[in-house]
C-alpha cells in the first residue's frame, strides 16, 4: 500500500518482486496482462535488462512483448486470455 504523506490516501501499488510471482505472465514495468507472444526479439523495441530475465532465457522460456511500453520479456509461465484478469475484475465474463 502507497500512503500520501499529504493527504493520507491509500492505494495499492505492486511492488517490482510482485510482478514475477503469480499464476500469469505480467509486463515487468507497467503490470498488465495482455502481452503478446513473440517468435524472435525484435532489434526495434527494449528488452527487459536483470538477472530474473536471463534466468527465464536459459530455461528456455518464452518471449513476450507489452503492446503498451514496447519492452520484451522472457517469462516461463502460460498467458492468460487475452484480457483476461483486467475484465475479471470489472465483472465482465471470460471468452
Given at each position: 500500500?502507497?500512503?500520501?504523506?499529504?493527504?493520507?490516501?491509500?492505494k495499492p501499488?505492486?511492488?517490482?518482486?510482485?510482478l514475477?510471482?503469480?499464476a500469469y505472465?505480467?509486463?515487468?514495468?507497467?503490470?498488465?496482462?495482455?502481452?503478446?507472444?513473440l517468435?524472435?526479439r525484435?532489434?526495434?523495441?527494449?528488452?527487459?535488462?536483470?538477472?530474473?530475465?536471463f534466468?527465464?532465457?536459459?530455461w528456455?522460456?518464452e518471449?513476450y512483448?507489452?503492446?503498451?511500453c514496447r519492452?520484451?520479456?522472457?517469462d516461463?509461465?502460460?498467458p492468460?486470455?487475452p484480457?483476461?484478469?483486467?475484465?475479471?475484475a470489472?465483472?465482465?465474463?471470460?471468452?
Amino acid at each position: 500500500m502507497f500512503e500520501c504523506e499529504q493527504c493520507q490516501a491509500r492505494k495499492p501499488e505492486p511492488r517490482a518482486y510482485s510482478l514475477h510471482l503469480g499464476a500469469y505472465p505480467r509486463c515487468p514495468r507497467c503490470g498488465t496482462y495482455r502481452l503478446s507472444r513473440l517468435a524472435k526479439r525484435d532489434k526495434i523495441d527494449k528488452m527487459e535488462k536483470g538477472p530474473i530475465n536471463f534466468a527465464q532465457f536459459l530455461w528456455g522460456a518464452e518471449l513476450y512483448h507489452c503492446r503498451f511500453c514496447r519492452l520484451q520479456f522472457y517469462d516461463v509461465r502460460k498467458p492468460v486470455a487475452p484480457d483476461g484478469p483486467e475484465q475479471a475484475a470489472m465483472g465482465v465474463p471470460l471468452p
